[in-house]
């Protein structure tokens, strides 16, 4: 919020009364305020971003959401929820996904979060013709599960090369392991 926009804000909720756009009478209000971010106010505070008052006003009760990376047991009831919602929207019968395509959801980074979820199964949702979803195109998030792609590929090479070193050690030596 602008600094203009936080000073009114702070006038509504201490007072409980604004005034309407071009109006001048105060009209007497009551507000419960509900709020949310993706930054952390205190540090915003601190930076001379968001009135300190302010944060104390609206700082009653916090409850912190984690991205949905970090919550990854809740994939199958979104996915089940957001494809039931779809479906009904746009008068389509899909109402699950293929266990290669829970994989691949479960694979992702989701930066998006749940919207980014919500869009990419609607546009499955539209493109599929059975009842089951089993391709899954993802924006350019994707990179993300080429990265895990990535990194099974290095574990695997490191592997294949440190057996590889073992095999030729262990016949260099005629299987004397201790002289490796």
Do not use: C
């Amino acid at each position: 919020l602008s600094p203009a926009a936080q000073t009114r804000l702070l006038r509504v909720i201490q007072e409980n009364e604004l005034e309407r756009v071009g109006g001048k009478l105060a009209i007497h209000v009551d507000v419960r305020l509900i709020s949310a971010t993706n930054v952390v106010l205190l540090d915003k505070v601190g930076q001379g971003e968001f009135r300190k008052d302010l944060y104390y006003r609206v700082n009653v009760v916090n409850l912190e959401i984690p991205p949905l990376i970090e919550r990854s047991e809740d994939l199958p009831a979104l996915v089940d929820l957001i494809l039931k919602r779809k479906s009904e929207k746009h008068n389509k019968s899909v109402n699950s996904v293929s266990s290669a395509v829970m994989q691949k959801i479960h694979a992702h980074q989701w930066l998006g979060n749940v919207r980014e979820l919500e869009n990419t199964l609607e546009r499955s949702v539209l493109f599929t013709t059975g009842t089951v979803i089993t391709e899954l195109k993802l924006d350019a998030g994707e990179s993300s599960s080429k990265t895990i792609d990535w990194k099974q590929q290095k574990e695997q090479a490191l592997a294949k090369v440190e057996q590889a070193f073992l095999q030729v050690s262990l016949g260099q030596y005629h299987g004397d392991i201790k002289q490796i």
